[in-house]
């Protein structure tokens, strides 16, 4: 497959490199400074970001998002989707954009009722010595 | 038979009826589809860790206070440094394999062979780091104690308000009590590997030392460990079957069977990813060098095995958050 035509611009065009060999080295830097903020927020766990949104702690939610961006430039710079046609794009993309958010939904409203069930429903499950 | 209705398709591409809608090769095309349906199997794993976790969301064991080791740092308290790091060798080896990619379309075969070597190398420190994980998981640290109920039991101090390791305090006795096999007695069974501090050694110890207290695996407002007075550790201790040390796949010193159960089989289910990453980044390498794809012209299986390398990268990404961070 002669000829690559790699996209040079990340952040909706807002940077634009000169090779592609400068884009990896800048996705890595990028990477890199979500990770450092990752493990920072991890170990100092400021006492405002532990209340809790939507049932998850706003730390938690920090640590999804991103995560979300971090697999994003992964699959588009690394992985070169960025320089895929739309229609492999979509091919890839939809199915595990459908799928798994679905499958986190039903899986983890189960679980917190059961969570519910356990805790203020059955007692006779746990057999203490109280 | 018409001979002349053989149409010619070039070879490379799916032709797609002229227009090219994917415009990708077919082994490409497949590694998508492949990498496609792994991701759907990963995220049935997370999902079900997550699944348990919301089911026992009031004593899930906390990950800070489990993998806190660090090479060349002893006792000391180093939570997330290690995975953190392993996260950065994986990045960057993803890094040296984008490059190598990029040397093959520009048919480099030396700079390809050279970031290929490079990517074997992160590949094979951070199946190295895994191992030494599991290793720390399985010895366990502390030790605790399981109860009636199942519940797991670990040791405090209420002096010096930390946690303190089963064999600071247990009681030392002689005893020449050993380990069941089956080739003795009569009915060929055995019992499971003895642990090296009985319960006896731990209860007397506890007895002995008032200021020992329990941590329970419930978690309280702050998603701190609940600790107990020393008259409500009693009552607990009472109820005492068996000393728990480091963890296996029935039951751990970190609280509920289920977290070593999804670290196991996840963690351990992307180590053998990683592996065989290994395994066919060497098998690309040797043909790199034996200038098989120089032959061909082109250097798309590199290309092909990148984006499996770099699905690795992506998964642990994910582990990293689900299992360590949140």
């Given at each position: 497959m002669a000829g690559h035509n790699h996209k040079l611009e990340i952040f909706r065009g807002r940077l634009k490199f000169k090779s592609n060999v400068q884009k990896i080295w800048g996705v890595l830097v990028f990477l890199s400074i979500i990770t450092i903020v990752e493990v920072a927020l991890g170990i100092?766990?400021?006492?405002?970001?532990?209340n809790y949104f939507l049932g998850i702690k706003l730390i938690n939610w920090i640590f999804i998002i991103l995560t979300i961006v971090k697999a994003y430039y992964i699959t588009w710079d690394f992985m070169h989707v960025r320089d895929e046609k739309p229609f492999l794009k979509n091919t890839i993309v939809l199915p595990l954009l459908i799928l798994i958010p679905f499958l986190l939904f039903i899986l983890l409203y189960e679980g917190s009722y059961i969570f519910n069930i356990m805790f203020d429903g059955l007692k006779a499950w746990n057999f203490d010595i109280y | 038979m018409q001979a002349s209705t053989i149409t010619k398709t070039k070879?490379?591409?799916?032709?797609?009826?002229?227009?090219?809608?994917?415009?990708?090769?077919y082994g490409k095309l497949m590694m998508w589809f492949f990498i496609v349906s792994d991701a759907l199997t990963f995220s049935g794993f997370l999902v079900s860790y997550g699944f348990s976790r919301f089911k026992n969301i009031d004593s899930w064991p906390i990950a800070d206070e489990v993998f806190t080791h660090f090479p060349f740092?002893?006792?000391?308290?180093?939570?997330?440094y290690y995975v953190a790091l392993m996260t950065f060798v994986l990045i960057f080896s993803s890094v040296t394999m984008v490059l190598a990619v990029d040397a093959g379309h520009n048919n480099d075969k030396n700079r390809v062979a050279f970031y290929m070597l490079l990517t074997i190398i992160g590949g094979a420190i951070f199946v190295g780091s895994q191992a030494w994980e599991w290793k720390n998981f399985i010895k366990g640290e502390y030790g605790a104690v399981e109860i009636q109920n199942g519940e797991i039991l670990q040791f405090y101090n209420l002096e010096e308000s930390k946690r303190i390791p089963i064999d600071e305090f247990a009681y030392s006795s002689q005893q020449d009590r050993v380990t069941h096999d089956d080739?003795?007695?009569?009915?060929y069974e055995s019992e499971y590997k003895l642990p090296e501090i009985t319960l006896d050694e731990v209860m007397t110890g506890f007895n002995n030392d008032l200021a020992l207290t329990v941590r329970l695996e419930a978690l309280d407002d702050r998603g701190q460990k609940i600790i107990l007075s020393r008259e409500e550790a009693e009552i607990k201790m009472s109820s005492a079957t068996r000393v728990v040390k480091g963890a296996n796949l029935i039951r751990n010193?970190?609280?509920?069977?289920l977290f070593a159960d999804f670290f196991f089989f996840i963690t351990g289910f992307h180590g053998f990813h990683v592996f065989s990453g290994v395994v066919i980044n060497i098998i690309i390498f040797i043909n790199v060098l034996l200038g098989t794809y120089e032959k061909r012209g082109h250097y798309d299986m590199v290309e092909k095995v990148g984006l499996y390398w770099h699905f690795v990268d992506l998964v642990w990404v994910f582990v990293f958050t689900f299992f360590y961070l949140v």
């Open positions: 100092i766990k400021p006492e405002i970001l532990l | 070879q490379n591409s799916w032709g797609g009826g002229g227009a090219k809608p994917l415009d990708a090769g740092l002893h006792g000391i308290d180093a939570p997330m080739n003795v007695g009569i009915w010193e970190y609280g509920n069977p």
